[in-house]
Antibody, heavy 121, light 107 residues
Framework: EVQLVQSGAEVKKPGESLRISCKAS????????IAWVRQMPGKGLECMGV????????KYSPSFQGHVTMSADKSITAAYLQWTSLTASDTAIYYC??????????????WGRGTLVAVSS | EIVMTQSPAYLSASPGERATLSCRAS??????VAWYQQKPGQAPRLLIY???TRATGIPARFSGSGSGTEFTLTISSLQSEDFAVYYC??????????FGGGTKVEI
């Protein structure tokens, strides 16, 4: 069974750093991209970027380039999303999802339950 | 960046009715569109990929159609559990992978 288990909710202050995680199991971790998707309160879904764990090839969406860093550790089948200096506008739920770029139709086929990040002074 | 525009933003319907949701791409995405359902407090769930292929375990009342720039998700007979927000997403040209703004299907 494919599972993506995300780390727990975080409450942080502006300017603090943070790393959240996504632990994958039930499939070949190095064969699929992992995406990070942001959902701000009451809003829609935004793909922040994707990482290919086998070689850590990372493709950021332009809106998020330079604001976050994605990484992966294939030895423990985990992906990470990190910030060096949080702001209140980073308050959101962050989902990891497996992305399969199938020629017949790319898709996010498995999702984690999300990590709530709340940033407030 | 390919912009996905969904309409309507809100759809009021009754159980048993047919619901038709639309998604338009700012340029051709061929058939590289997926649809997701999201209920409150839950992660999104994949419904349709490749414009018309149902994902594993998705009931037959959900169907997708379209190609190029115009796509449709149809729910043939709304069940109580179908009231949710639906998103389309393109994967023809990335990064970035882009979602539509969503359609909320409400009673």
């Amino acid at each position: 069974e494919v599972q993506l288990v995300q780390s727990g909710a975080e409450v942080k202050k502006p300017g603090e750093s943070l790393r959240i995680s996504c632990k994958a199991s039930g499939y070949s971790f190095t064969s699929y991209w992992i995406a990070w998707v942001r959902q701000m309160p009451g809003k829609g879904l935004e793909c922040m970027g994707v990482i290919f764990p086998d070689d850590s090839d990372t493709k950021y969406s332009p809106s998020f380039q330079g604001h976050v860093t994605m990484s992966a550790d294939k030895s423990i089948t985990a992906a990470y999303l990190q910030w060096t200096s949080l702001t209140a506008s980073d308050t959101a739920i962050y989902y990891c999802a497996r992305f399969f770029p199938d020629p017949v139709g790319g898709r996010f086929d498995y999702w984690g339950r999300g990590t709530l990040v709340a940033v407030s002074s | 960046e390919i912009v996905m525009t969904q309409s309507p933003a809100y759809l009021s319907a009754s159980p048993g009715e047919r619901a038709t949701l639309s998604c338009r791409a700012s340029q051709s995405v061929r058939r590289n569109v997926a649809w997701y359902q999201q209920k409150p407090g839950q992660a999104p769930r994949l419904l349709i990929y490749g414009a018309s292929t149902r994902a594993t375990g998705i009931p037959a009342r959900f169907s997708g159609s379209g190609s190029g720039t115009e796509f449709t998700l149809t729910i043939s007979s709304l069940q109580s559990e179908d009231f949710a927000v639906y998103y389309c997403q393109q994967s023809n040209q990335w990064p970035p992978l882009t979602f539509g703004g969503g359609t909320k299907v409400e009673i």
